[in-house]
């Protein structure tokens, strides 16, 4: 065929258009599936499958297939490692307002695929009570904090363990004294009303276990610092703490959560950055709820002059923690010695009366009160939801009635309602039963320290509640906002994303339990690295409960054995065949090759 000029025209080759067509849309499907990969790889991303393994390996029929994967051990320097709080890399960011100590995370291509080792020596734990007093030397073998603060009487080194008479920086002469001039001062903590605290700065946590014998769970937070391991002794000894640090993000807790917070010398500038941490303090606490200071520049009148300062500088610091705390409705609430206690306010009168150019201002309707997972502190005063009066101190319900009353702020949670509170509170408790049949020790002194690893009402822990153990109830940051219902219901616990590495050391916790973790993150997490995550965290000899579709069962158990895990698979209590539980136990022991990763 040809022009009307008589040049020839070439026609297309259809068949080589319609192949080259399907080649092209075949390389960008590729190129699209891989770069999704890479991008939920760049981003922590649950990236169950990889290309090798969708390719090569046979799918049975309803579940998921992995290749197993043989972890060698770590080397030994990483027998306390941190990942997210790893001393390795502090250089790598500034001082400024103690920013190294916060959560950095490695990148990717720089996690661990190794099995953290105990120390040589490692033993079993000492079981609760008795781990209250005292714990195995090298468990937490760590000279420089005895040393330093045997004085103190945090500690001391007898043969082969370390006791703990229960003293602090506040309370040489031992932590009962100084608590029992704290419940003179605040009568709510013996009544039932003051339920969950938390304590910055917490030393080895003898404050918080001291509290525990009262009905007053808390959380004791500390940085990993120079001290090394005063998370790692408190969770040894049986007492709930994280590896945390007020100083530019926000601590992963939603607003309105405590019922009381502790400060026992613990070297935060308070007044400093335009009181920015005391924002903190305040966001985080219920209101009625009570702030206890003890140490500089409480009592500075008798004081100052083992502070290597002068009256009058202690005297202008009082007054303008004074100032800071009463333009955020904070009223000074009992004062005795070295403790002064302040109350947040009760109610929004105080916070109404303020003027609108007052500072530091309210926040903005940008500002969400309960968002707690990577979110810079602001200068700014939270107030609190003139709709949830009941969730005020004052007019909770005193413990234990608090547990199983249905919490007012379950009405902010999508679908959530009292019939679907107590309902999970049925499902957990029958749950339960049906758990204690298949692992025996639960509910004995030889399981203490417990995490759900994706609560969502607390149901788990409430069920488990008269046994003696605590629970550190997880809720995803990028899920569900549960975890001020947990709060109010006299629970504890934290926002997380298990893409990361916890805030714990290593070998910290006798039981994890998780209830479709897998299914909920498969979109994001990569399912090793959670696995791993949870062996750097269960201590040798510890308990997995996983409960989980039947689609990830077989995933999850062949991962597990390149653990040295050893699992074996149970029917749910209901036998169905959708969901089955996975009872797992972390190898005791060291291995018998040293790795070099």
């Known amino acids: 065929m040809k022009h009307k000029d008589g040049k020839p025209i070439n026609l297309p080759n259809r068949k080589r258009n319609v192949t080259l067509a399907i080649t092209v849309i075949a390389l960008c499907g590729l190129a699209f599936y891989l770069g999704g990969m890479q991008c939920n790889s760049q981003n922590g991303g649950f990236v169950t499958n990889t290309v090798e393994k969708a390719l090569d390996l046979p799918k049975q029929s309803g579940s998921l297939q992995v290749r197993p994967i043989n972890f060698p051990e770590c080397s030994t320097d990483l027998q306390d490692y941190t990942p997210c709080t790893d001393p390795k890399r502090w250089r790598k960011y500034g001082t400024y307002r103690l920013t190294l100590l916060e959560r950095h995370c490695p990148p990717l291509s720089e996690k661990k695929e190794c099995l953290v080792p105990p120390p040589d020596g490692y033993k079993p734990p000492i079981r609760w009570p008795k781990s209250r007093d005292e714990c195995w030397y090298r468990n937490v073998p ?31 002469n031992g932590v009962g004294e100084y608590v029992d001039l704290m419940v003179d001062l605040i009568p709510e903590m013996k009544d039932g009303t003051v339920r969950t605290a938390i304590d910055t700065g917490c030393g080895v946590a003898s404050w918080g276990g001291d509290l525990l014998d009262r009905g007053i769970l808390t959380i004791s937070l500390a940085p990993r610092d120079n001290h090394e391991a005063q998370v790692q002794f408190a969770l040894e000894r049986g007492i709930p703490a ?24 613990c070297l935060i500038p308070w007044t400093e950055f335009g009181g920015i941490y005391l924002h903190e303090i305040h966001r985080i606490l219920r209101p009625g709820g009570f702030w206890i200071l003890s140490g500089p520049p409480v009592n500075y009148e008798r004081r100052w ?11 202008s610091d009082y007054e303008k923690l004074q100032d800071v705390l009463t333009s955020m409705c904070f009223k000074l609430y009992n004062k005795k010695d070295d403790i002064a206690v302040w109350q947040k306010s009760k109610d929004n009168n105080c916070y109404d009366k303020l003027p609108s150019e007052t500072y530091p201002p309210k926040c903005d309707d940008s500002f ?25 101190l004052t007019y909770m319900p005193k413990w234990p009635e608090r547990l199983l009353a249905t919490p007012e702020r379950i009405a902010a949670i999508h679908g959530a309602s009292s019939s679907t509170f107590n309902h999970d509170n049925s499902k957990w408790k029958k749950r339960v039963q049906h758990y204690k049949k298949l692992l025996p020790e639960l509910g004995t002194e030889k399981v203490r320290n417990v995490m759900d690893m994706n609560t969502l009402y607390g149901g788990f822990a ?66 090793k690295y959670v696995l791993l995550e949870m062996d750097r965290i269960l201590r040798p000899g510890g308990h997995a409960i996983i409960r989980e579709s039947s689609y990830f069962v077989d995933a999850i158990a062949t991962l597990a054995k390149g653990m040295r895990w050893g699992c074996r698979k149970e029917n749910t209590e209901y036998g169905v065949e959708k969901e089955k539980i996975l009872i797992c136990q972390k190898k005791l022991g060291n291995s018998s090759k040293k790795g070099s990763r």
């Open 142 to 172: 760590y000279d420089w904090i005895n040393n330093e603060k045997s004085n103190q009487h945090w500690l001391r080194k007898e043969g082969e363990k370390f006791l703990f008479p229960g003293g602090g920086t506040m309370f040489p």
């Open 462 to 527: 409430a069920a488990l509640i008269n046994d003696p153990l605590w629970v550190m109830n997880v809720v995803s940051a990028y899920g569900t906002n549960s975890l001020p219902v947990v709060y109010d219901r006299g629970l504890i616990g934290t926002y997380h994303d298990w893409c990361e590495a916890f805030s714990t050391y290593p070998r910290t916790y006798d039981l994890l339990h998780l209830d479709g973790l897998f299914t909920d993150e498969s979109h994001r997490c990569e399912m």
């Open 242 to 265: 994280m590896l945390g640090v007020i100083s530019t993000q926000r601590l992963p807790y939603p607003s309105n959560s405590f019922d009381m917070a502790h400060c026992s010398r």
């Open 305 to 315: 002059r083992g502070w290597n300062t002068t009256i009058e500088e202690q005297r």
């Open 368 to 392: 969400e009160p309960d968002a707690g997972w990577y979110v810079p502190l602001r200068t700014c005063i939270v107030v609190p939801e003139a709709k949830y009066k009941k969730s005020a």
